[in-house]
């Protein structure tokens, strides 16, 4: 009996360890596939203007300087770079200054028209009207030509929202309720008790957000007519197109100024990523249980 | 009595109000107008500091105000359709892809008639009017060119041509073509680089006499092209480009600027682009180590002795909004972009003395920030524009730039002579062709490319394409079209 139990667990392990070595092998080829385009971009950026003409696709360096770089920094990128920079950290803070309470509110069992409200909210997961009544709108606000037309449509994103109040509801009610003993009021309580047990959804929805603002493209474009507003995002685009010259007047920029203009619009986001990734999954999973 | 005076304050505080608020407008009487135009305009650079400059340039030109809206031009039409739908449709607009836009456009009654106004411009009259013409819709102007029409042929490194023996004049047959290049097989030379843009392909469907789309034949009738004959011809030879390895078997991937590339370097040795880029091969295969002079093709001769380069006509034109408060003020703005030597240069290619370029010994040299931002100093303008003579501009092209510039000038001539047929379909004519223009376009340069790529035979792709064709109703669309 011993022995058929001591062969069992020989089995096992030699049926995980071979799992282990499968998930091994088969997460690093998802590293390599992950982690190509992104090494390309950055030995492209680094490389001379006549190694990256006709096409080609460096993996292998073969040459190394900081030209493009230096282009760049002396650019007018900059200026949609910072432009970027306001409008992702002035956003996201604006989104978490709405969407945590928001979230706190609807956590809240005793809210009058809970129900109502979520499903009044869902609605806008599955229905998007477009850009021309959001053309409309932001035109109507006077806020065409204005940083603030990136961010305040976009302050509050249901799914977020619905994740930090799903992460909010799983907090046990007695914690809300002994601060009110303690003679707390609603935004007391969210400050001092419900903030602080929320850091892991709150790291990731900041991420989400700062992502999100920072990679908008469309509505920069339809909304900011003074080029010196324009986003990073739309000034990358704009080099790509306009040295397609498809047109045949376009300007000749070579592939290594375009990545070091991509590293350049990857580099916040990789910056902020280890600060948050270690709430990050934590974060997700926790936001995905209802109570 | 307290009320009265309580009025009497409020009613003369926005009297002295209304009064401060005349004041700056008193003081800046220039008329205020919105521009908008892709960003391969305005010097050509997409710093907003070398843009601010282009724009005072043009403001100090024509003592106007200008605001200036300037998208990336791969966004440019969603850009300007969304204002346009938004109702704030600004006072001068430049159009892309005039033939197939600026139909839409007047059926929306977005652009205004410009025949008067052209009429007033000693400067426009003065051109020639066939350009204006080219795309009026029912004798009326809707929009002012600023160049030649677009003309592409196939461009031929010389290098490469004399390595291996290929022996082809400047219109071979549709057969020398596929033998000749045929030579490169297997050398690791890409023969034939293509761009992904299907609408190319009209290069070889003219040596066929075919045409892709609908278009008014010979008998003044309106057909469609994809159901004559011709176009079974067509295809076939687009077919055995493809099977032969001539054609870049990745064509259907490849940007513009990288089947340029291809020619630049040598990694291919041919490839389609418009006649007035010659010297853009002249100085990139230079600035890429791989220097060759290129041969132009300008038509490929078919079994019947037809062949035409391919014809893009006007592409990008200037238009007033029929909003506009000030038509004439509008005006003057497009006659300087159009016909002042110095406006037109810098607005579509050098930018500013001292902001893009500084002159050195009479040659102009990018400034580092201009250059930083991708600005690259072109002379394109010198062979593009309608404008005949530059020679007053305070800097002028190198030496090797001015030869090839000449050629270039010859090159162009010659593409225009040679150039195969474009057809535009006037608004208004069929509504239900208007509502169905676009996925028409799109339906053919489907079958055409699955064709080509051999994903179908010309059988299923065409059958494929008669299931589409009578899905749009296309008979009564060719009926109402030729009522």
């Known amino acids: 009996m011993m022995a058929v139990n001591h062969k069992n667990a020989i089995r096992q392990s ?3 360890i071979a799992f282990r070595i499968f998930n091994v092998i088969f997460l690093t080829l998802v590293c390599v596939l992950v982690v190509i385009p992104i090494w390309n971009v950055l030995v492209t950026s680094l490389a001379e203007d006549k190694d990256v003409m006709g096409g080609v696709y460096l993996l292998i360096p073969r040459s190394f300087t900081f030209k493009s770089y230096m282009r760049v920094f002396n650019s007018g990128y900059m200026r949609g770079f910072w432009n970027s920079l306001y409008v992702a950290g002035i956003g996201t803070l604006v989104a978490m200054l709405i969407t945590v309470p928001c979230g706190f509110a609807l956590a809240q069992r005793r809210l009058i028209g809970r129900g109502v409200f979520m499903k009044l909210i869902s609605l806008t997961l ?5 850009i021309m009544p959001l053309y409309v709108l932001i035109r109507t606000l006077g806020l065409i030509d204005n940083l603030w037309s990136l961010i305040l449509p976009f302050a509050l994103s249901t799914f977020n929202l619905i994740i930090v109040k799903n992460f909010m509801m799983s907090i046990p009610e007695s914690f809300v309720e002994s601060a009110w003993l303690d003679g707390c009021n609603d935004l ?10 929320s850091v892991p959804i709150l790291a990731a929805v900041t991420l989400f957000y700062f992502v999100s603002f920072w990679n908008r493209y469309t509505e920069a474009v339809m909304f900011i007519n003074n080029s010196s507003r324009y986003t990073l995002q739309v000034m990358l685009r704009a080099l790509i197109y306009q040295s397609d010259g498809s047109l045949g007047e376009g300007n000749i920029v070579y592939d290594n100024t375009k990545m070091a203009v991509m590293v350049l619009g990857m580099l916040p986001v990789m910056i902020i990523y280890p600060f948050v990734q270690r709430h990050f999954v934590s974060g997700l999973m926790l936001g995905g249980v209802k109570e | 009595m307290k009320l009265m005076r309580l009025v009497s304050l409020v009613l003369a505080l926005s009297l002295v109000l209304s009064c401060l608020s005349i004041v700056p407008a008193m003081a800046d009487d220039a008329v205020k107008l919105t521009i908008c135009s892709p960003d391969n305009t305005f010097g050509i650079s997409t710093d907003p500091e070398l843009q601010e400059a282009v724009t005072k340039m043009l403001e100090e030109a024509c003592g106007v105000d200008l605001e200036a809206i300037i998208p990336p031009i791969g966004s440019y039409n969603d850009k300007l359709e969304t204002m346009m739908a938004g109702g704030d449709i600004p006072d001068i607009f430049a159009i892309s892809q005039a033939m197939t836009r600026l139909p839409n456009y007047v059926a929306r009654e977005q652009p205004m008639v410009l025949n008067d106004l052209i009429a007033s411009s000693e400067a426009l009259s003065a051109l020639d009017q066939s350009y204006f013409t080219a795309l009026a819709i029912d004798g009326n102007i809707y929009c002012i060119p600023y160049y030649y029409p677009r003309v592409k042929c196939i461009f031929l490194r010389k290098d490469i041509k004399e390595q291996y023996g290929i022996q082809l004049s400047e219109t071979p047959t549709t057969a020398e073509f596929l033998t000749e290049m045929g030579k490169l097989k297997d050398t690791g ?3 034939f680089s293509f761009p992904k843009w299907i609408d190319n392909f009209q290069y070889f469907l003219n040596s066929f006499g075919a045409y892709a789309g609908i278009y008014l034949n010979s008998e003044g009738k309106y057909v469609d092209g994809m159901q004559e004959p011709a176009m079974l011809d067509g295809l076939a030879y687009l077919r055995e480009l493809y099977t032969s390895g001539v054609m870049d078997q990745e064509f259907i991937t490849t940007e513009n ?7 630049y370097t ?3 040795a041919a490839d389609i682009d418009y006649v007035a880029n010659y010297s853009n091969y002249i100085s990139q ?25 391919l014809n893009e006509s006007i592409q990008t034109a200037w238009c007033i909004s029929s909003e506009c408060k000030n038509p004439e003020a509008a005006l003057k703005v497009i006659e300087k972009l159009v016909t002042d030597p110095a406006i037109h240069a810098g607005f579509y290619n050098t930018g500013v003395e001292g902001v893009h370029y500084t002159i050195q010994d009479g040659i102009a040299v990018a400034t580092e920030k201009a250059t930083n931002s991708g600005y690259a100093i072109k002379y394109n303008y010198i062979t593009d524009s309608f404008i005949p003579d530059f020679s007053s501009l305070p800097y002028q092209p190198g030496e090797e730039m001015k030869k090839a510039l ?3 000038r010859q090159i162009i001539d010659k593409g225009m002579e040679l150039r195969g047929p474009k057809q535009m379909i006037p608004a208004g004519k069929s509504e239900l062709y208007d509502e169905n223009a676009a996925s028409i376009t799109s339906a053919w340069k489907e079958v055409i490319s699955q064709i080509v790529l051999g994903s179908v035979t010309i059988e299923e792709g065409m059958n494929n394409y008669m299931n589409f064709w009578n899905s749009v109703d296309g008979d009564e669309i060719l009926k109402e079209l030729n009522q």
């Open chain 2, 266 to 268: 040598g990694k291919a």
């Open chain 2, 189 to 191: 030379i890409i023969p």
């Open chain 2, 285 to 309: 295969s230079q600035a890429a180590g791989a220097y060759s002079d290129v041969q132009p093709i300008y038509l490929l001769t078919g079994p019947d002795g037809q062949g035409g380069g």
């Open chain 1, 188 to 197: 007391l309580a969210l400050v001092r008790i419900v903030i602080p047990m």
């Open chain 1, 126 to 130: 599955v229905f998007d009207a477009g």
């Open chain 2, 257 to 263: 600027n990288t089947m340029r590339e291809y020619v």
């Open chain 1, 14 to 16: 030699g049926a995980r």
């Open chain 2, 406 to 408: 000449e050629l270039q």
